[in-house]
């Protein structure tokens, strides 16, 4: 939603030193032989060229939308049911009433909880003169009076796009002392129920004086929002552009502007991956057979926009990827009689983290393993040697949000040695989330007596990183 736009992790120097190489050969090498894309016009309800939709989400059986006469007045929230591969009539929320304005609805991810926007009366009989978020409950077969929440999150100011995602809120506000005139916003509940004081995301997120409609793919890896920056565009200073980024732990990759036919010269907002990964859907004010200015409902395929852009979309995940690949090794290396660095490793491992160390023993082979936090506890200790960890050759299989990688090491005790002391075949397996690239699981096993010597991209000594 966007009212009157004319009145109205910090990232590692290392990752950014790839990303550019990754996003230009990469990025611009899967754009070329893409196909095109498809844009399909949706249909929520009856047509009125008087009226507007926007703000549809698909959950699953589920759809909220909002509908609105020009310039977002007379606001309604309406939620849609598919019965039998059918979408049946969509229906007021039974909640709504014509004195106040609800917009911007927003189901959470278990189809309980409907957050929104709306002006409706706390006390007394007058609109609030602002939107605030509020939310209603589905319990026993029907929704809740609407509740609107803590001071944490509101302001004197317009709040749009509320998303909620467990304990995490986003919004957008026009309140003062923000990054810009729109800004998007994070406030977390509590352990009490209440919610953290709202602060204002980082760039890339909040660059240019209006960005919101923030919004989380189903599977949590990439963010979606619209925003007015206006590098590389023709665009007026009042419209709006969808644009795309990688979520890593607590910070974000680049923006990328979507391409055409996605963006146009009009407005483009309120986007949402449907919850079956298919769609992307977003309202637009292109032209079409409503009135000049109104939005209208739009989709193409989630699968198909990936694929168009290719490398890129995964760049800084991926860079983030081969950074903590090189950490792993670094921080398990040391000089002689210090340990190695637990700080820097500690961060790499998941929780669950297991560690699997091979070698010969008796002729025979034994194995020993560790959880995260005994390896940790171990590799604290210092050592009388120094343990010189040199990668020469790494091998890298990535699925989405899983990653596979096969290693070899050499292990020296004095830096200029021109033999390793021993060599290391590992693998390794990594998941991206909460807390960016970390160590699900790491086997390493000494190189055997007789074997043919593992492969090496690089020489003897010198290392990948």
């Known amino acids: 939603m966007k009212v009157n736009l004319r009145a109205l992790y910090r990232p590692q120097s290392l990752i950014q030193l790839c990303l550019a190489s990754a996003s230009l050969l990469l990025g611009l090498n899967g754009l070329a032989g893409a196909a095109e894309l498809q844009i399909e016009a949706m249909s929520v309800g009856p047509k009125d060229a008087t009226q507007q939709s926007y703000n549809l989400q698909e959950l699953r059986e589920l759809r909220v939308f909002a509908r609105s006469a020009a310039g977002f007045k ?45 002006d409706r009366l706390v006390t007394g009989d007058q609109p609030l003169g602002q939107l605030d978020i509020f939310e209603s409950k589905w319990a026993m077969g029907q929704w809740s009076q609407p509740q609107r929440l803590s001071e944490a999150v509101q302001s004197r ?16 506000s026009y309140r003062k002392g923000g990054p810009g005139k729109l800004s998007v916003y994070l406030s977390e509940r509590l352990a009490s129920g209440e919610h953290s004081p709202a602060l204002a995301l980082p760039a890339p997120i909040n660059i240019g004086p209006s960005n919101s409609d923030f919004t989380l793919s189903p599977d949590g890896r990439y963010v979606l929002w619209w925003s007015d920056r206006q590098e590389e565009s023709t665009k007026l200073a009042n419209e709006g552009d969808l644009f795309i980024a990688e979520r890593l732990g607590a910070g974000f990759g680049p923006a990328i502007r979507l391409p055409a036919p996605i963006n146009t010269a009009s407005f483009e907002f309120t986007p949402s991956v449907s919850s079956d990964g298919r769609w992307l859907m977003f309202a637009s004010t292109r032209p079409g057979p409503h009135s000049a200015g109104l939005s209208q409902l739009y989709r193409v395929s989630w699968p198909d926009l990936l694929s168009k852009l290719g490398p890129q979309i995964e760049a800084a995940s991926q860079a983030q990827l081969e950074q903590r690949l090189s950490q792993l090794w670094q921080g398990i290396g040391h000089a002689a009689g210090a340990a190695s660095d637990i700080e820097l490793l500690r961060p790499l491992l998941h929780p669950q983290a297991r ?41 890298l299989r990535r699925y989405g949000a899983h990653a596979q990688v096969y290693s070899v090491v050499e292990s020296r005790r004095r830096a200029h040695q021109a033999q390793p002391d021993y060599t290391g075949v590992n693998s390794s397996q990594w998941q991206l989330g909460a807390q960016g690239w970390q160590l699900l699981s790491l086997h390493y096993a000494l190189a055997l007596p007789g074997q043919v010597p593992p492969e090496k991209s690089s020489l003897s000594g010198q290392c990948m990183s």
């Open 355 to 395: 560690i699997w160390g091979q070698g010969l023993r008796s002729a025979s082979l034994h194995l020993n393993s560790w959880s995260g936090s005994e390896f940790l506890d171990m590799m604290k200790a210092p050592s009388p040697d120094a343990l010189l960890e040199c990668e020469v050759h790494r091998e």
């Open 74 to 118: 007379q606001s309604q929230v309406f939620w849609q049911r598919r019965v039998d591969g059918q979408w049946l009539a969509a229906e007021a929320l039974p909640f709504s009433d014509p004195r106040w304005r609800d917009s911007d609805p927003h189901l959470s991810r278990d189809g309980k909880t409907l957050t929104f926007v709306s």
């Open 157 to 172: 100011a317009y709040e749009l796009g509320p998303e909620r995602y467990a304990d995490e809120l986003y919004f957008a």
